[in-house]
C-alpha cells in the first residue's frame, strides 16, 4: 500500500508526494487538468488523481522514460510522452527493475508496498507529445518546451498563467547528462539556450527531486559549465553515478554534495560525449 498526499504549490498546482524521492505535479483549471508524471508505478495514483478531481477530466504527460516518472503509465488509458523517450520506458520500467528499485531504495513510503501495487508496463498508452504541445485547461495553459539532454525526449511543462517552469530533470543540482541515452554536452548547450529563451516567462522553477525547487540561477549555471566543459576549463571533479564513473563539472564539498563556489546548478558528464 502507497500512501499519496499533496502539497499545494499555487493557485493550480499541486505537489504529488508518497511515491520515494520523486514527486509528481497536478495542474487543475476550471474546465481539466493535467497530471505531470507517474512515479514509479507503485500504488493506485490513478484512483487518488481522480479522487482529487471530482469527476473533472484530466490528461496525462510524462516528461521523460525513466523509472521514476514513467512507470505508472500504464494505469491510465492514454499518457503523452516525446516518441524519442518509449525505448527508455520500455527498458527502464519493466517490474523487474521496478521491483529491484524499491526493494533496494529503502523508502520509508515503499515500506508496505505487496506485488499488487506495481502497475504494468505498456507503450501502447504513449501518444506522441512535442515541443510548443499547449494544454488549454480552461483559466490556465500548461505548455511543453523540448530540452534534450537528460533523455532525448525531455520536456519542461511551463504553467504559463503562473509562472511556473517544471525543470524535473532537465536541470538541477546535478543535472544528469553521463546516461547511455542522453545527448552530448554540446547539444545539451543548445537545449539550455532555447529554455532560456522563455526565462522571462517564468519566476518558479520547479523539480521533482531533492527539495524540488530551485531558483531561476540553476538555467544559468547549468549553462555556464556546458561552456565550461567545451572549452575543457570547468573542474572536471571524479564523480560516479549508480557505480559509474563520470566526470562532475564543478567542484563540490563531499560533505554537503553542494558546489563549493556557493553557485548552484551542478552537472555530471562523459569525457567522451562532450562533442
Ligand atoms: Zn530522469
Excluded at 43 to 59: A, F, I, M, T
Excluded at 147 to 170: C, K, N, S, W, Y
Excluded at 250 to 272: I, Q
Amino acid at each position: 500500500m502507497v500512501h499519496f498526499y499533496t502539497e499545494t504549490i499555487s493557485g493550480h498546482v499541486r505537489r504529488i508526494c508518497g511515491n520515494g524521492d520523486v514527486c509528481m505535479y497536478l495542474v487543475e483549471g476550471s474546465d481539466r487538468a493535467l497530471l505531470i508524471d507517474t512515479g514509479y508505478g507503485v500504488g493506485d495514483l490513478r484512483g487518488y488523481v481522480e479522487g482529487l478531481l471530482d469527476g473533472k477530466p484530466y490528461d496525462v504527460v510524462i516528461t521523460h522514460g525513466h523509472i521514476d516518472h514513467a512507470a505508472g503509465a500504464a494505469q491510465f488509458e492514454s499518457c503523452r510522452m516525446s516518441p524519442l523517450d518509449i525505448e527508455i520506458y520500455e527498458e527502464f520500467c519493466s517490474l523487474e527493475r521496478r521491483r529491484a528499485k524499491v526493494d533496494s531504495c529503502g523508502h520509508p513510503d515503499f515500506k508496505d508496498v505487496v506485488p499488487e501495487d506495481f502497475a504494468g508496463v505498456d507503450a501502447s498508452v504513449m501518444r506522441p507529445l512535442a515541443d510548443g504541445d499547449v494544454f488549454d485547461l480552461g483559466d490556465v495553459t500548461v505548455e511543453m518546451i523540448a530540452v534534450p539532454g537528460h533523455t532525448p525526449g525531455m520536456m519542461v511543462p511551463l504553467v504559463v498563467e503562473e509562472g511556473i517552469a517544471i525543470f524535473g530533470d532537465a536541470c538541477g543540482v546535478g543535472t544528469l547528462i553521463m546516461l547511455p541515452h542522453s545527448t552530448t554536452v554540446e547539444r545539451y548547450r543548445e537545449s539550455l539556450l532555447r529554455l532560456k529563451e522563455h526565462e522571462g516567462r517564468y519566476a518558479i522553477v520547479l523539480r521533482q527531486h531533492g527539495t524540488c525547487a530551485s531558483t531561476k540561477r540553476v538555467l544559468e549555471d547549468n549553462l555556464e559549465l556546458c561552456d565550461l566543459v567545451l572549452a575543457g576549463k570547468d573542474a572536471a571533479e571524479p564523480a560516479e553515478h549508480n557505480g559509474a564513473p563520470c566526470l562532475r563539472a564543478a567542484k563540490t564539498d563531499p560533505a554537503t554534495g553542494r558546489r563549493v563556489d556557493g553557485r548552484e546548478g551542478n552537472l555530471l558528464y562523459l569525457a567522451d560525449r562532450i562533442r
